[in-house]
Each structure stands twice: as structure tokens, then as C-alpha cells.
């Protein structure tokens, strides 16, 4: 599967928010990259442009490419529901994205990285599928290798201080962790007007 690998703290500093988690960069140099993005853009963004950009920011945050990401939309306008709140549900209820939650990868990439490796099972199986959809019930654990034991432990060591979420449950010394319900979207930050994204999808 297509993946984005663009330069994260250059992608952050252009929408002047941390999409992949703290960035260095965009402490010290809050502006757009660029040769004059330091000096800002004095023209007003038209209601287009300002709804692409909260866009472009959820699909990066999640570190998918343009077709996957309408494919889920689609699936979100196709389920009953408020399709916003449908959307950031099937995006957090993502393999990559649970382990991110539960703690075995300090960002999103490393998370995929570590489900793409294949170093988390589901259910007792070995999934490789960083998109695999977690449903409720769904046990999520690392494989019991030294070298995946190794990495889901020195993730956990750098991402302790981060609060588990309401909806997922974790053993720490098991390394296993369940999702119990699906999250409510007022639960998740995504840092993104979900709104705009409805409303861009559907002119």
C-alpha cells in the first residue's frame, strides 16, 4: 500500500500545527518553509482553500495517499451516522492507529512500521495490515520474539506520560491492549475541523 514519507516537520510548519507529534522545527520557526515564509501571506484564503487544508491536514496526520482516504469517506457517507463522526472513527479504529494509542510507536509511523513488520497480532493472528480495521472486542498483541517484545517495550518507555484513551484497555505487562467500544468523536482531538471535510467532499 501507498504510503506518504514527505518531510514531517516541513509538512507541520506549513500548516503551523504538529501533525506527527512534538516538532523541534515548528517550536523554533512557527512560519510556512520556504523562502518567504517567514514574512506570512498577506491574502485572505478563500473558504475552498481553507477546507482543503483541514483536508490535507487529516489525511497526513493519518499517513494516507488521496485515493485511500476518499475510499473511506465514502464508507463513512455510506453507513448511517454523522458522516464526520463516522470518518474519525474508521480512521482511529485503524491497526496503525491503535498501537499508536496504545503506546507501541511513539508517532503513527513508527506504529505502522511496527505493524508492517509484523510484529502485532490480532486475535492471536500476525497481521501485517496497517489499515486492518480493529472492531470492538479485537485483542491487540505483540508477537512474543525477543526483538518485537525489544521494540513494543522501548516504545513504551518513550510514550508513558501519554494518557491511554477511554475506549482502549491495556496490560502493560502483557504487552496486549483491546479496543472495548468505538470512540465518540468529540474523544479525539485530530486537530482538524471535520466539518470542512464533509463540506469539501460533498459540493
Not at 81 to 92: K, R
Not at 135 to 140: A, E, Q, S, T
Request: glycine share 8%.
Amino acid at each position: 500500500m501507498a504510503r506518504d514519507t514527505g518531510p514531517t516537520d516541513r509538512i507541520s510548519r506549513r500548516f503551523g500545527v504538529a501533525l506527527f507529534g512534538p516538532s523541534k522545527a515548528l517550536e523554533r520557526r512557527p512560519y510556512p518553509p520556504g523562502q518567504h515564509g517567514a514574512r506570512g501571506s498577506r491574502r485572505k484564503k478563500s473558504d475552498y482553500a481553507v477546507a482543503l487544508a483541514e483536508k490535507q491536514k487529516l489525511r497526513l496526520q493519518y499517513g494516507m495517499m488521496e485515493k485511500q482516504f476518499r475510499r473511506y469517506f465514502a464508507e463513512a457517507q455510506r453507513r448511517r451516522g454523522i458522516t464526520g463522526d463516522i470518518l474519525v472513527q474508521l480512521l482511529e479504529t485503524r491497526l496503525d492507529n491503535v498501537c499508536y494509542r496504545l503506546g507501541f510507536g511513539n508517532t503513527r509511523r513508527a506504529a505502522r512500521q511496527l505493524v508492517g513488520h509484523g510484529h502485532i497480532r490480532v486475535n492471536g493472528r500476525r497481521v501485517d495490515i496497517s489499515s486492518f480495521n480493529v472492531k470492538p472486542g479485537d485483542v491487540i498483541s505483540v508477537c512474543e520474539n525477543s526483538r518485537s517484545q525489544q521494540l513494543a517495550t522501548r516504545s513504551l518507555d518513550l510514550t508513558s506520560s501519554r494518557p491511554l484513551m477511554d475506549w482502549l484497555s491495556f496490560d502493560k505487562d502483557k504487552l496486549t491492549g483491546s479496543l472495548n467500544r468505538l470512540p465518540e468523536a468529540e474523544e479525539i482531538d485530530t486537530l482538524v475541523d471535520v466539518r470542512l471535510v464533509v463540506e469539501l467532499y460533498s459540493r
